[in-house]
């Protein structure tokens, strides 16, 4: 069975601080994996998607990289700020168009 | 940056109505859309995959006859929730990649959080 667990949780950090967002799937015989930003009540944003082929993607503060063979993938924010607080999502596709959701990690950054 | 418009973000009604839920493409082409529905502190499930100009793919569980779904173009995606009942209160949410191609990000709208009473 296809499942994907983000851990922790919920998660509460200083302003400024670097922190690891977790994410584990089943199957390692992925096609591709994507991070998603979702503020309360709203949407999804995007804000990395790391092929198969790919061990990491960066953008800005965000880092995601990706170990197959271990079934994990991670988020790495730098320098953490107020605004980043939200609940963040993994989604891994295997075959077909289906993306399966981690449950999420719900982010808070005090100031 | 591609965008995904969907409208309209909030939907009160009594049970037994029918509410229809828009997905639009403002600047891409989206042969395929995908529909999603999220339970309170739960994931995102997929329900059902949109494709332009043909019958729409359900997953399992998800009853077509009360999810209706039509692309009828390849900008818009509608879902229509027939006789809706208090257990379909959630929030849907659709999404879009580019060009139909699911290697480019996926897009997702701000969602529509359904409430029957």
């Known amino acids: 069975k296809q499942e994907v667990t983000q851990i922790p949780a919920a998660l509460s950090v200083p302003e400024g601080e670097n922190l690891v967002l977790n994410c584990s799937f089943t199957?390692?015989?992925?096609?591709?994996l994507q991070w998603f930003r979702q503020d309360p009540g709203k949407g999804l944003t995007s804000l990395l998607l790391i092929q198969s082929s790919q061990r990491e993607q960066t953008s800005g503060r965000l880092n995601a990289s990706l170990d197959k063979s271990s079934g994990r993938s991670t988020l790495y924010i730098a320098a953490s700020q107020p605004g980043d607080s939200a609940t963040y999502l993994c989604?891994?596709?295997?075959?077909?168009?289906?993306?399966?959701f981690g449950t999420g990690t719900s982010l808070t950054v005090i100031p | 940056g591609a965008v995904v418009s969907q409208h309209p973000s909030w939907v009160i009604c009594k049970s037994g109505t029918s509410v229809k839920i828009e997905c639009r493409s403002l600047d891409f082409q989206a042969t395929t859309m995908f529909w999603y529905r999220q339970f309170p502190k739960q994931s995102l499930m997929l329900m059902a995959t949109?494709?332009?100009?043909?019958?729409?793919?359900?997953e399992q569980g998800v009853e077509k006859d009360k999810f209706l779904i039509n692309h009828a173009s390849l900008t818009l995606s509608t879902l229509t929730v027939t006789s809706a009942h208090p257990e379909d209160s959630s929030f849907y949410i659709c999404?879009?990649?580019?060009?139909?191609?699911?290697?480019?990000?996926?897009?997702f709208g701000d969602g529509t959080r359904l409430s029957i009473l």
């Open positions: 989604a891994v596709r295997w075959t077909g168009n289906q993306f399966y």
């Open positions: 949109s494709n332009e100009g043909s019958k729409a793919t359900y």
């Open positions: 999404s879009a990649p580019p060009g139909g191609s699911t290697d480019q990000p996926q897009h």
């Open positions: 199957d390692s015989a992925i096609y591709n």
